[in-house]
DNA sequence: CTTGACACCGCACAGATGTTCTTGTATACT
DNA sequence: AGTATACAAGAACATCTGTGCGGTGTCAAG
C-alpha cells in the first residue's frame, strides 16, 4: 500500500515526539501537529498505519502506541525520521536489544578469602566487565571475580584470570562451582558432587587429585560459567 | 538521598514496562505491579523520585513519566535495569560505531594438527564470536580457535575453550603463542623466548617443564590474546 | 504527652484521551 | 444513475488517568 502525505507525516511526529518526550504521543497531540482538526481522522490513519504493521496500538490505553522500527526500516521510511536505532548486527525482532551489557567485578579471589557475594551489591564495584549477550543468560545474576595467585591452577585458571560466575547457593553434580571450604579457609573452584553427606570436589585438571569433604563445610557461592584469560 | 525498597522497584518496574511496551505505565500500573493500591503512594513516591533526578515527570499527562539513565547510571542503578541504554564506549556523535565485532572460528586446534591461518580466509569459518571492541585492538587481525583434547592443558588450556589469536609469524620474548613445532607434529600454546639459535617454550602452568628446542623447529603461528571457557 | 515529619491508604473529582456515530466529499467502477 | 471505497470532520460518549484532600499508623524530637 501507498501511504498518504498525512500519514507519513503522522509517523514523522510520532517518531519525534517519542524521540523528545519519551513517551508516544496522544491522538490529539497528533492532530494538531498534522492539522488534522478531528480526533478520529487520526485515529483512522493510525488504524491504517497498524494495518501496515507500521505502528503498533494497544487498544483503551493512552499513549498506547510505538513505531515498528523493523518494518520502518524495511520500508525505507526510517532514514530520515528521528531516533531511529543503529542498525546492529545481531539485533532482530524486538526494537529494543541491546547486545551486550555489564558484570561488575566484585574483587579478587583468592585461596584464603571468602568472598562476599551477598552483601557485595552491584553497586560498589570497582571494575566493569562488557560482556556479550549471545553468550549468556540472565545477565543481572551474574558477577566476576578476578583471580589473584596460582591458587586455582588446578582448575586451569591463573593469575589474573577473570572468572565469571552466576550467582546461587545449591549446585548440580558435575557442576563447576566457586566453592567455600570452611577447613581449609579456601575459595576455590572445583566440579561439585554430592554423595551423601559428603561433597567430592573434582579438579577440572586431571592431573590434580580430588578432594572429598563433609557437605557441611562446603558452601557453594556460585557456579562458573566463564573463565577469561586477557593477554594483552 | 537513600531509595526506599520501593522506589528502586518502582524504578525497575518503569525500566521493564517501557522495555517491553515501549510507552511508560500509568500511576495505577506502577501500583499494582509494585503492591501499592493507593494511586496517591505511588505518586508521592514519584515525586520523590522526581526530586532525585531520576526521573522527569510531565504534568498532568498520562503515562507522562520517563526514567533519566544519565542520573540512574551515576547512581550505579541502572546496570540491572530493563532496557539500559548501553554506555556508549567508543563514541557518541556519528550513528556509525558498532561496539562489538566478530572474529571467526576458523577451526580446531589439537597437538598433531597444523594450523593454517594464512590460506584459511576468514570467509569460510565455520563459527563466528562476538567480541567486544573495549577489550581488543585490530581486530581484523584477530581469529579463533577452539581446542580439542587435553593437549594444551599445560598452557591451562582445556577441551573445548576457544584461543583468541592475533596473527603473526614473530614473537616477542614472554609472549605466549601458538607455535606449531615440526619434529613433534604438534601445535602447542606456550610462553615464547628466543635464546640464540635456541628456543625455550615455558608452559602458562608451572607444574609442567620447559621445552628448548632448535629456533628451525619451530614456526609461531600467532600471540595468544585471550582465552575463553564457556562452561554453560 | 504532644508535635511533626514520614510513609501510606482510600476516595472522589476533573481533565485527558481513545472510541463511536453521523455526516459529507471526491473518485472509480458498473 | 447507482454503488463502493477512500478520506475527512465534528460531536457525544466512555473510560482512562493524574491530582487533591482527609485520614491512619509509626517514630523520634521537644
Chains 1, 2 share one sequence.
Not at 3 to 12: A, F, G, M, P, V
Not at 112 to 124: F, M, R, S
Amino acid at each position: 500500500m501507498k501511504l498518504s502525505d498525512r500519514q507519513r507525516k503522522i509517523l514523522d511526529f510520532i517518531a519525534e515526539f517519542v524521540d523528545s518526550n519519551n513517551y508516544p504521543p496522544t491522538i490529539r497531540d497528533i492532530g494538531t501537529a498534522c492539522g488534522i482538526s478531528s480526533t478520529s481522522v487520526v485515529k483512522y490513519n493510525l488504524t491504517k498505519l497498524e494495518r501496515e504493521q507500521l505502528i503498533k496500538r494497544d487498544k483503551d490505553v493512552s499513549r498506547g502506541l510505538s513505531l515498528d522500527w523493523t518494518r520502518l526500516q524495511e520500508a525505507g521510511l526510517a532514514q530520515h525520521m528521528a531516533g531511529a536505532p543503529r542498525p546492529d548486527v545481531s539485533d532482530t525482532s524486538n526494537g529494543s536489544a541491546f547486545n551486550f551489557f555489564q558484570v561488575p567485578v566484585l574483587g579478587h579471589i583468592a585461596a584464603g578469602e571468602p568472598i562476599q557475594v551477598e552483601t557485595a551489591d552491584h553497586n560498589n564495584a570497582d571494575e566493569w566487565l562488557e560482556l556479550n549477550e549471545t553468550l549468556y543468560r540472565n545477565p543481572s545474576e551474574l558477577y566476576a571475580l578476578r583471580v589473584q595467585g596460582d591458587s586455582m591452577i588446578d582448575a586451569s585458571v591463573l593469575d589474573g584470570d577473570i572468572v565469571i560466575l552466576r550467582h546461587q547457593e545449591r549446585a548440580e553434580n558435575g557442576e563447576m562451582v566457586a566453592a567455600w571450604i570452611d577447613h581449609q579457609n579456601e575459595t576455590t573452584l572445583k566440579h561439585f558432587f554430592l554423595e551423601g553427606d559428603q561433597v567430592r570436589l573434582r579438579p577440572a585438571n586431571p592431573s590434580y587429585p580430588e578432594m572429598f569433604l563433609p557437605a557441611a563445610e562446603v558452601s557453594v557461592k556460585g557456579k562458573v560459567v566463564s573463565v577469561i584469560r586477557q593477554l594483552e
